[in-house]
T-cell receptor, first 112, second 110 residues
Framework: DGGITQSPKYLFRKEGQNVTLSCEQNLNHDAMYWYRQDPGQGLRLIYYSQIVNDFQKGDIAEGYSVSREKKESFPLTVTSAQKNPTAFYLC???????????FGPGTRLLVL | GQQVMQIPQYQHVQEGEDFTTYCNSSTTLSNIQWYKQRPGGHPVFLIQLVKSGEVKKQKRLTFQFGEAKKNSSLHITATQTTDVGTYFCAGRGTASKLTFGTGTRLQVTL
């Protein structure tokens, strides 16, 4: 089945700890995105990548980092610099930038 | 930068009533897309509008793209409990970037 997967479904972070959220797609899409969603709120863009080995900051990149070493993978690291990381994180991909986005099931991050 | 606003932020209707959400962009769009996110789920693509004044229908859902290509609307006729969720518009500007709207959360009760 073609699609986009995220793992884990739930993730717990201790204070001062970095955690990495996984996002994989087998749709052969060039573009990938990370969004943060807080309860009852909209989608805020963290980072996006339109091609392998290149990525750009979105609206709320501070405290986050990404890499795009492979076309299929776009992991997001939530660093200790992100003081309020508790949220629902959604990864998406599209054939090219601006095209229809396909979302993964999301990862819920909770701080202990 | 491009901003996309939606109104209302939240609407609560009784089953069988109609519902409309409006989407407004600060800049002219090349196309607009609509997504639905069920509670606890992820956004799912519904439809894309490209032409000025375009109207598309999906069963009880009617989507419209404004003449100036800066606004759009989604109208649901005779809502059902299965329509519950948050509806997002997303506008594509000249930079080939998709900007999501603020979303409208729809609650339907019997």
């Amino acid at each position: 089945d073609g699609g986009i997967t995220q793992s884990p479904k739930y993730l717990f972070r201790k204070e001062g700890q970095n955690v990495t959220l996984s996002c994989e797609q087998n749709l052969n899409h060039d573009a990938m995105y990370w969004y943060r969603q807080d309860p009852g709120q909209g989608l805020r863009l963290i980072y996006y990548s339109q091609i392998v080995n290149d990525f750009q900051k979105g609206d709320i990149a501070e405290g986050y980092s990404v890499s795009r070493e492979k076309k299929e993978s776009f992991p997001l690291t939530v660093t200790s610099a992100q003081k309020n990381p508790t949220a629902f994180y959604l990864c998406a991909s599209s054939a090219t930038g601006g095209e229809t986005q396909y979302f993964g099931p999301g990862t819920r991050l909770l701080v202990l | 930068g491009q901003q996309v606003m939606q109104i209302p932020q939240y609407q609560h209707v009784q089953e069988g009533e109609d519902f409309t959400t409006y989407c407004n962009s600060s800049t002219t769009l090349s196309n607009i897309q609509w997504y639905k996110q069920r509670p606890g789920g992820h956004p799912v693509f519904l439809i894309q509008l490209v032409k000025s004044g375009e109207v598309k229908k999906q069963k009880r859902l009617t989507f419209q793209f404004g003449e100036a290509k800066k606004n759009s609307s989604l109208h649901i006729t005779a809502t059902q409990t299965t329509d519950v969720g948050t509806y997002f518009c997303a506008g594509r500007g000249t930079a080939s970037k998709l900007t999501f709207g603020t979303g409208t959360r729809l609650q339907v009760t019997l």
